[in-house]
T-cell receptor, first 113, second 115 residues
Framework: AQSVAQPEDQVNVAEGNPLTVKCTYSVSGNPYLFWYVQYPNRGLQFLLKYITGDNLVKGSYGFEAEFNKSQTSFHLKKPSALVSDSALYFCGVREAGSYQLTFGKGTKLSVIP | EAGVAQSPRYKIIEKRQSVAFWCNPISGHATLYWYQQILGQGPKLLIQFQNNGVVDDSQLPKDRFSAERLKGVDSTLKIQPAKLEDSAVYLC?????????????FGPGTRLTVL
């Protein structure tokens, strides 16, 4: 069975500092990995995904994520945080050949001015 | 391009009542998903349609939940009768199907409160 772990319920970072939101996954085969962001009273908004190829994936709003197969991780990063990045972030995994996308429980990011 | 539309945005009902949610996916997206997101948790897939056929409903509580997508476009999700633990946000998503690498696009959700 596939699963996702987001070990931090909340991450606080000062505006202008780099941010990292952690995600580890477990699948039997090859993983397809996704990051979504959720603002209050809104649906999930797609940020980026890893399917194959370059381990560093660049996405929307300056976010990027690095796929690390040996550590089964897909951490979300941004070089310089903005207050407007404050939101709930979800990591998702889908095993190759499976239709089901499994999400982690989410990490609340707070960027402090 | 218009996004995924859902209605209503909010619904409050008493336990044992019935409720229905509606979803209109992005034009041309053949795959449609319904998720349940309980407060403090990530979304959980309830059912997935490919056109008007069910691909996966393994996590749908079939004794009280039902969903249909009769013409392969709009979809409705129904709960009958509702329980207190059904209080959640119900998210609809759609994607252009490929091989599992397709991106799912989500609607704003319907927040259900069961009293």
């Amino acid at each position: 069975a596939q699963s996702v772990a987001q070990p931090e319920d909340q991450v606080n970072v000062a505006e202008g500092n780099p941010l990292t939101v952690k995600c580890t996954y477990s699948v039997s085969g090859n993983p397809y990995l996704f990051w979504y962001v959720q603002y209050p009273n809104r649906g999930l908004q797609f940020l980026l995904k890893y399917i194959t190829g370059d381990n560093l994936v660049k996405g929307s709003y300056g976010f990027e994520a690095e796929f690390n197969k040996s550590q089964t991780s897909f951490h979300l990063k941004k070089p310089s945080a903005l207050v407007s990045d404050s939101a709930l972030y979800f990591c998702g995994v889908r095993e190759a050949g499976s239709y089901q996308l499994t999400f982690g429980k989410g990490t609340k990011l707070s960027v402090i001015p | 391009e218009a996004g995924v539309a859902q209605s209503p945005r909010y619904k409050i009902i008493e336990k044992r009542q019935s409720v229905a949610f509606w979803c209109n996916p992005i034009s041309g997206h053949a795959t449609l998903y319904w998720y349940q997101q309980i407060l403090g948790q990530g979304p959980k897939l309830l059912i997935q349609f490919q056109n008007n056929g069910v691909v996966d409903d393994s996590q749908l509580p079939k004794d009280r939940f039902s969903a249909e997508r009769l013409k392969g476009v709009d979809s409705t999700l129904k709960i009958q009768p509702a329980k207190l633990e059904d209080s959640a946000v119900y998210l609809c998503a759609s994607s252009h199907p490929t091989s599992g690498t397709d991106t799912q696009y989500f609607g704003p959700g319907t927040r259900l409160t069961v009293l």
